[in-house]
């Protein structure tokens, strides 16, 4: 893996709940200890009233692989 570009998380969130940065921070913060400054990225947390299968937040993770 060559770089992590950006982090988007959704998270279920109750009307009111305005935290989701928060919650995304664990995420964030494992990829930026594993990878180093090479996991250090952009990031968009959205709050959601459901997600599928009543999960509690979702991440996509975009990033650059190396053709070896």
């Not at 060559?2 to 305005?18: R, Y």
């Not at 400054?37 to 975009?62: C, D, F, Q, T, Y």
């Amino acid at each position: 893996m060559e770089k992590v570009f950006k982090v988007l998380g959704f998270i279920a969130s109750a009307p009111g709940f305005v935290e989701q940065p928060a919650v995304l921070n664990g995420c964030s913060d494992l990829l930026v200890e594993v990878f180093g400054e090479r996991g250090r990225h952009a990031r968009s947390a959205i709050g959601a009233p459901e997600l599928p299968e009543g999960i509690a937040v979702e991440v996509e993770i975009l990033v650059q692989v190396r053709d070896e």
